[in-house]
């Protein structure tokens, strides 16, 4: 007989995530949509977490790379092994509401157009707080999570944001690939906010479904201000920036984006904490690392099928929009025609 192919695939990167992860999968167990298979990486944890889960559940697909090797390289790891259609990626500290999976569903049958799709997400411990409603990106080309830590309003409706935080997000899977998956260089921190671009330049929108809820608890395993997170975290905007700006607005937003980050520098130095956010700058700019990024550069703007006015478009075009982490949801009238 045949093997059907689901139609998700649901991944899980865990990784020392054993205070999280037995909820993270109890929320898929209870999911009322059971079209999926689950899929689950093992960033060589130590508190043997994954494996009693997957002894536990048979169901449960484990991949075991030997090493950790980052956020980036676990997803794209599992999403070539995966068979649905859809990939979901879902954090062991993001715990899915019951009807998650066929809030997705439902989407992709309202809009058989779209290939990429964002969560609503919700703080895990303070009820009535949101921890993001879709990912915004400033024309200073400074990323943020809309809506974080704001109170969740019926404002927040269905529509079309810069892109999905990896946290709780659906994609194609033959789009994901195609496009190359996550950038392995960054391991973690912005790879989402860039595949994110890089979808954009492509011509592929993301869309908020606000329905498809997670409650979301947030660096519970690295700490949201760790030294490995504000290292990683500047590094790899920078780097996305680079990648992903379009040539004819890189000479306006370089000035802006350099002048931000300064700024958001000195606020770092105010909180004591400007170490890892300098290192992580200067390694923007190391030659070994920033020669290869400006080759994918190339190749990515070469290949650019939306007109970078749609891009600007999909901005915020405050530079410091995130003061406040603005919620910025445009409605969805559909595809527009692509040009170079």
């Not at 479904?209 to 201000?225: C, D, F, I, Q």
């Amino acid at each position: 007989m045949p093997t059907v192919s689901p139609a998700f695939s649901v991944i899980v990167v865990a990784y020392q995530s054993g205070p999280t992860l037995a909820r993270c999968l109890a929320g898929l167990t209870a999911q009322s949509f059971r079209d999926f298979e689950i899929l689950m990486v093992d960033n060589a944890s130590t508190d043997g977490a994954p494996q009693a889960a997957a002894a536990a559940d048979p169901s449960i697909q484990l991949i075991e790379p030997g090493a950790n090797t980052g956020f980036a390289a676990g997803n794209n790891l599992a999403a070539q092994r995966a068979l649905g259609r859809w990939l979901v990626l879902l954090n062991p500290d993001a715990y899915a509401h019951p009807d998650w999976l066929a809030q997705l569903a439902a989407a992709t049958a309202r809009h058989p157009d779209v290939r990429s799709f964002a969560s609503l997400q919700l703080v895990a411990d303070e009820p009535g707080l949101m921890d993001g409603a879709g990912d915004v990106m400033t024309s200073a080309g400074i990323p943020f999570r809309g809506g974080y830590r704001r109170k969740e309003t019926p404002k927040v409706f269905e529509g079309e944001v810069f892109s999905a935080c990896g946290a709780a997000m659906m994609v194609e899977r033959d789009l994901f690939l195609g496009l190359g998956g996550f950038d392995e260089r960054f391991f973690c921190y912005c790879e989402d906010v860039d595949i994110g671009y890089r979808l954009r330049l492509a011509g592929e929108p993301t869309l908020l479904v606000p329905a498809a809820k997670v409650e979301h608890v947030g660096s519970a395993t690295l700490g949201v201000r760790s030294d490995f997170a504000l290292f990683h975290g500047t590094r790899n905007r920078v780097w996305t920036f680079l990648k992903n700006t379009p040539s004819p607005m890189l000479w306006w937003s370089a000035p802006l984006h350099f002048a931000v980050t300064a700024g958001l520098f000195l606020l770092h130095v105010r909180r004591g904490d400007a170490g890892p956010v300098w290192k992580g700058f200067k390694a923007a700019f190391v030659k070994a690392d920033l020669d290869p990024i400006l080759a994918s550069r190339r190749e990515i703007q070469a290949a650019r099928k939306a007109p970078w006015t749609e891009i600007l478009r999909a901005m915020a075009w405050d530079p410091v929009a995130f003061f406040g982490r603005r919620i910025i949801i445009r409605p969805w009238r559909g595809r527009r025609s692509s040009a170079a």
